[in-house]
Antibody, heavy 127, light 107 residues
Framework: QVQLQESGPGLVKPSQTLSLMCSVS??????????WSWIRQPAGKGLEWIGR???????NYSPFLKSRVTMSFDTSKNQFSLKLTSVTAADTAVYYC???????????????????WGQGTTVTVSS | SYELTQPLSVSVALGQTARLTCGGN??????VHWYQQKPGQAPVLVMY???NRPSGIPEQFSGSNSGNTATLTISRAQGGDEADYYC??????????FGGGTKLTVL
């Protein structure tokens, strides 16, 4: 069973860059079968999609965060990362990584369904 | 821009049927996914592509999507079904959207 695990600093100062990693326990993230997404959730609020990436190099970012977001792979470690620049208190949230899409009957479907999630990591932006 | 509208809260009597709605312009033309989130936990996919249950999700969960409304139906609701439920689509502008979420209370 594939598991995802987020890691990174729990506290980031305003104006600095938030950096998180997501480790994937099984399967190769470079197989091309799935996309890999980041989602966040401020305390007491709903889910907000940040973006996703695919091993082909394709990335899709939320238009609201696009100017500050970069996602990439570290295939040697079977991990993917999120970098969010110029953070403010509004970026304080639980950050989740998730596997996007599914494979069935020999085909893979990239429909945005998030079948596997990490447990989430809390990031606080404060001086 | 495209928006998904969910009621803030829905209440259902124990053992009865809960219907959670997700409204959007011509949402019937999109694939809608649903997530259940319990306090302090990560979301869990309970329905994908409108009416497909992932493995491990009980048959009491079903989904439909037509016109301007997608619906997640929970039959024989139990206390363990109390959670926040989010609908989600991947729209034509390559953007993933979530609804605001519905808090389900089982009375």
């Amino acid at each position: 069973q594939v598991q995802l695990q987020e890691s990174g600093p729990g506290l980031v100062k305003p104006s600095q860059t938030l950096s998180l990693m997501c480790s994937v326990s099984a399967g190769s993230i470079s197989s091309g079968d799935y996309h890999w997404s980041w989602i966040r959730q401020p305390a007491g609020k709903g889910l907000e999609w940040i973006g996703r990436l695919h091993s082909s190099g394709t990335t899709n970012y939320s238009p609201f965060l696009k100017s500050r977001v970069t996602m990439s792979f570290d295939t040697s470690k079977n991990q993917f990362s999120l970098k969010l620049t110029s953070v403010t208190a509004a970026d304080t949230a639980v950050y989740y990584c998730a596997r996007d899409g599914y494979c069935s009957g020999g085909y893979c479907y990239w429909d945005g369904s998030l079948h596997i999630w990490g447990q989430g990591t809390t990031v606080t932006v404060s001086s | 821009s495209y928006e998904l509208t969910q009621p803030l809260s829905v209440s259902v009597a124990l053992g009865q049927t809960a219907r959670l709605t997700c409204g959007g312009n011509n949402i019937g033309n999109k694939n809608v996914h649903w997530y259940q989130q319990k306090p302090g936990q990560a979301p869990v996919l309970v329905m994908y592509r409108n009416n497909n249950r992932p493995s491990g999700i009980p048959e009491q969960f079903s989904g439909s999507n037509s016109g301007n409304t997608a619906t997640l139906t929970i039959s024989r609701a139990q206390g363990g079904d109390e959670a926040d439920y989010y609908c989600q689509v991947w729209n034509s502008s390559t953007i993933m959207l979530f609804g605001g979420g519905t808090k389900l209370t089982v009375l």
